[in-house]
């Protein structure tokens, strides 16, 4: 396995609409080495989530992991790892569920974005099989942050609220959960 190079804001590959991968791209052995080299990546920069372009690669695929508790996030429920390829997005419930996120493209800064709050995703797994996954909360929202970056969006697209978006240094001190009420 291979530490992939992150493209950062203002690499025009993060901008690029992505294709779509055949049934035999997506169970070829080079794909299992580029999903394994994507998953030491995203372990490596403490993410959560990780999408192709983000490692150059403007193809329709997206990876996410995460433990419970998490250090970046406060995760009620462990995600095991869930590789994506030609995800498509349906909303089923327009209420907005806000987060502070933050990206490995992005790195050091955080913003608050609010999405739909419960999705359903209909893609391909590492076996071409056709999958649907009807989700909510946590998942969802990063679900929808890295499906963005296969159609050239980022989180920092989505913030409605510029007073809502910091360094990661005072996100912590300010806007995290353990901050104090007085300091929002």
């Given at each position: 396995m291979?530490?992939?190079?992150?493209?950062?804001?203002g690499h025009p590959?993060?901008?690029?609409?992505?294709r779509d991968l055949t049934q035999d791209e997506i169970r070829s052995p080079a794909?299992?080495?580029?999903?394994?080299?994507?998953?030491a990546t995203m372990a490596e920069y403490g993410g959560v989530g990780l999408a192709a372009p983000q490692v150059h690669e403007p193809i329709r695929l997206a990876l996410i992991e995460?433990?419970?508790?998490?250090?970046?996030?406060?995760?009620?429920?462990?995600q095991p790892l869930l590789v994506?390829?030609?995800?498509?997005?349906?909303?089923?419930?327009?209420?907005?569920?806000?987060?502070?996120?933050?990206?490995?493209?992005?790195?050091g800064l955080r913003g608050f974005v609010e999405?739909?709050?419960?999705?359903?995703?209909?893609y391909l797994d590492v076996q071409a099989e056709p999958q649907v996954l009807d989700t909510s909360g946590f998942l969802a929202t990063v679900l929808q942050h890295e499906?963005?970056?296969?159609d050239g969006v980022l989180y920092v697209d989505r913030i409605e609220d510029p007073t809502r978006?910091?360094?990661?240094?005072?996100?912590?001190?300010y806007h995290a959960p353990s901050a104090s009420s007085e300091d929002e």
């Open positions: 291979s530490i992939l190079k992150v493209a950062r804001l590959v993060l901008r690029l609409p992505c794909m299992a080495s580029f999903v394994d080299d994507m998953r995460f433990a419970e508790g998490g250090d970046r996030y406060d995760i009620e429920e462990e994506v390829f030609n995800a498509r997005v349906t909303v089923l419930d327009e209420t907005r569920s806000g987060y502070w996120e933050g990206c490995l493209s992005v790195p999405r739909p709050s419960r999705i359903r995703v209909d499906l963005d970056h296969l978006f910091a360094f990661a240094e005072e996100f912590a001190r």
